[in-house]
């Protein structure tokens, strides 16, 4: 017996990468064309960024798209009851009530587009989105151009000394980096040289 086709489904879309990548851009292109739709569409950013706009979602690239701040994830779900598609900047600053709210809104039959950072300064994976990534039905993965060789960059890297994992800004603090020419933290680079001895090790005793 074949199963019928839910009319109303609701799904989630993640759009990822690097910093100047593209993420952005991608989420005000499939946001436009749901407004070409006719589609009930609410879009939202955090709070903490208000690097080009407090009320427009801003490419790099200067594409703009009209949308709330909202202080966490649960502000987004009060104020998407009415919408049809849901649209979210910049994840990686929510935390991971995000998961559980874009579940939610899938689940009462909207469309959700999420878009952010999967990795941090350090190239490690930066919550939310590797939940969200894990649940979504739809995942895209964009890339920048190396500033160094010109490669596909899929590393954003920190031009500062601040170690806090949350620092906001642009091109004058982070530029994109392929993983030949990324330069992680001198105490990751730690962390991978005390792994490798370790493994070393394990291997010299079992000899």
Request: aromatic share 6%; net charge positive; proline share 4%.
């Amino acid at each position: 017996m074949f199963s019928i086709m839910q009319r109303n489904m609701g799904w989630i879309e993640v759009i990822c990468g690097s910093m100047f990548s593209g993420k952005s851009e991608e989420l005000i292109r499939r946001l436009r064309r749901a407004m070409i739709a006719r589609q009930k569409v609410a879009i939202f950013k955090p709070r903490i960024d208000t690097r080009y706009s407090s009320d427009h979602i801003v490419s790099h690239s200067e594409l703009k798209i009209p949308s709330k701040m909202v202080k966490d994830a649960w502000d987004i779900l009060e104020q998407s009851l009415e919408a049809q598609v849901v649209g979210i900047d910049e994840a990686q600053f929510f935390s991971r009530d995000l998961v559980l709210i874009c579940q939610k809104l899938a689940n009462m039959g909207k469309r959700v587009i999420v878009a952010g950072l999967d990795q941090d300064y350090r190239g490690e994976p930066f919550d939310p989105i590797p939940q969200l990534l894990a649940v979504a039905e739809y995942i895209t993965k964009t890339h920048a151009i190396c500033v160094i060789c010109g490669n596909p960059a899929n590393y954003t890297q920190r031009k500062t000394a601040d170690q806090a994992r949350v620092v906001v800004g642009a091109a004058d603090i982070y530029e994109a980096r392929c993983r030949n020419c990324f330069e992680p933290p001198e105490d990751i680079k730690t962390e991978i040289k005390l792994a490798g001895k370790r493994r070393r090790g394990n291997k010299e005793r079992l000899k």
